[in-house]
Each structure stands twice: as C-alpha cells, then as structure tokens.
C-alpha cells in the first residue's frame, strides 16, 4: 500500500481512528473504535473481547466480513503505532448490521454520510479541494505552500489518470513507478525520505517543503508527457518513462543546489513538537 494518512474523525464525541490510502483513495476505520460505541463501552479492552467474541461468531456463519477487514498500523493512546483491524465503510455498514444496538443505526448514517461526501467529491473535486485546503490551514501551512500542494496534487492525478488508461495497476505497480520518479529526481528512495524527515505513516507530500514540492511535480509533469510522447502503455514502458522524467528534474535540481550552496531533500517537517518528559 502507497502512502497512508492517518487522520480521526469524531461520532457523538467519539474519537474514531482512520487512514486515508492515496493510491487507492480509500478511508480506512478502526473497527474496535466503531464497536466501542456500539456496545456504549469506552474500555478498550471490552471493545478488543466483544470484537474477539464476534469475529468467531461470524466466521462459524460463513460471513467474508472478517476476511474483508485489514491489518494496518494505528496510534494507540500512549502515542504508538500498533497493528489495528480496519475496514472499510462499506464494509463496517454490512458489520454494524450483526451487533444489536441503540447506536447501529446512528452509526450506519454516519458511515452512509462518509461514503456520500466521497461521492460528491467525485462529482465535485473543489468539494475534496476544499476540505483539504481547510485541514492544511488548521495545521498551520501557509496559502502559498497550500497553492504548491494543491498544484503538485493536481500534476499527480494527471498522471495516475494516464497511468490507469494504460495498463498500470493501482497500488503496488503506482507505487514502484513513484518510487522510480521520486529516487530519480531526488536521489533517494519514498521510504528513504521519510527517514530523513522522521516520518513513519505520514504522507510525505504533506511535510515537503515548497521547493520538494515544486521538483516533484516537475518530475511527475515531465513523466507524464513522456510516456504520452512515447505512447508507454504497460510497466515496462512507463519505468523508462519515469527514469526520464525524473532525470529532468534531477538535473533542474542539482543545478539550483551548486547556484545556492543548499540540498533540496531536506529533514524539515511539520510534525508537532514532542513533548517533554519531566524529570524528577
């Protein structure tokens, strides 16, 4: 899976945990979280027993709602990541529907209303634009670094469209020609990258600064009208493509840093500061 964001959203005051995968363009929510309000327990340890207890239940049944959950990693309440069982909206809907529940029918609104903001965002893309403009200035970006996100987020779709018409499978084979893009421009790998910034499952283009920004989507522009001149249809094609395109913004990039003296790729984020620990 690409690049996931992890966010929360709230029910009646309820924290419930989600990731957003890019490639994909999927929410992903933390079952426990939803069984926790519908079985109106906030002990997270009676939430983990109750889910245990239905997951039997279901797979004796026969149901695929079990095999339709994922696995992937969530902050817990001590601040660290660990493995969580997700699903999907869809996927919750038909679930909440096996827990007897005052709150089963708030929720499968909720989770309805989700899936139709989704459904007008596709319809309406400024509405997704407008959400993410919104979140950014919350997270205190300033308007020219939230025009630079928005710029490079719209290069990416035009190239992730092309990819899709061409034989390109979303997820794994997005991620490898990204990966190609990304090492070529930059001269070091997505997961490399985050390192430096101290990430681990933020999104990358969220903590870029404006000048990462700019290079990659110069190297996603370049890619992109490449393989449209080449005609690349099919992975092999479309890697020659992404080699050359990030080339371009290489060689665009190692030409600032001589004129300046100072490395693109930098360490720099917008994480929060960490907190901390009082010593006695």
């Not at 419930?16 to 929410?27: F, G, K, N, S, V």
């Not at 084979?173 to 070529?184: G, P």
């Not at 421009?185 to 430096?196: L, R």
């Not at 522009?221 to 992975?235: D, F, N, Y």
Request: hydrophobic content about 35%; overall charge positive.
């Amino acid at each position: 899976m690409s690049a996931l964001l992890p966010s929360s959203t709230l029910f009646e005051q309820h924290q419930i945990r989600r990731l957003y995968d890019d490639a994909t363009e999927t929410w992903w929510f933390s079952v426990i979280d939803i069984v926790r309000v519908l079985i109106e327990q906030p002990d997270y340890k009676a939430a983990q027993n109750y889910w245990k207890v239905l997951k039997n239940r279901l797979a004796k049944e026969g149901s695929q709602l079990v095999t339709d959950c994922n696995q992937l990693k969530m902050q817990a309440a001590d601040g660290k990541n660990y493995m969580t069982t997700v699903a999907t909206a869809e996927t919750l809907l038909r679930l909440v529907q096996s827990v007897p529940s005052p709150k089963a029918e708030p929720i499968k609104l909720w989770l309805a209303k989700v899936g139709y903001e989704r459904m007008q965002e596709l319809a309406d893309p400024s509405l997704g634009v407008d959400r993410a403009r919104e979140l950014w200035r919350k997270h205190g970006r300033s308007e020219k670094w939230i025009q630079q996100r928005m710029m490079g987020q719209e290069t990416r779709n035009k190239l992730t469209d092309y990819w899709k018409e061409h034989d390109i499978k979303e997820g794994d084979e997005f991620a490898i020609l990204t990966n190609i893009i990304h090492q070529e421009w930059s001269g070091v790998t997505v997961k490399d990258h985050k390192a430096i910034k101290g990430l681990k499952t933020q999104n990358l283009r969220d903590h870029m600064t404006e000048a990462e920004l700019i290079f990659t989507a110069l190297a996603e522009l370049s890619t992109r009208q490449i393989a449209e001149a080449e005609q690349a249809k099919g992975m092999p094609k479309n890697k020659v493509a992404a080699r050359k395109g990030g080339g371009i913004a290489k060689k665009a990039r190692l030409e600032l840093e001589q004129k300046t003296g100072k490395p693109v790729v930098s360490g720099s984020n917008f994480l929060p500061p960490k907190k901390k620990s009082l010593k006695r």
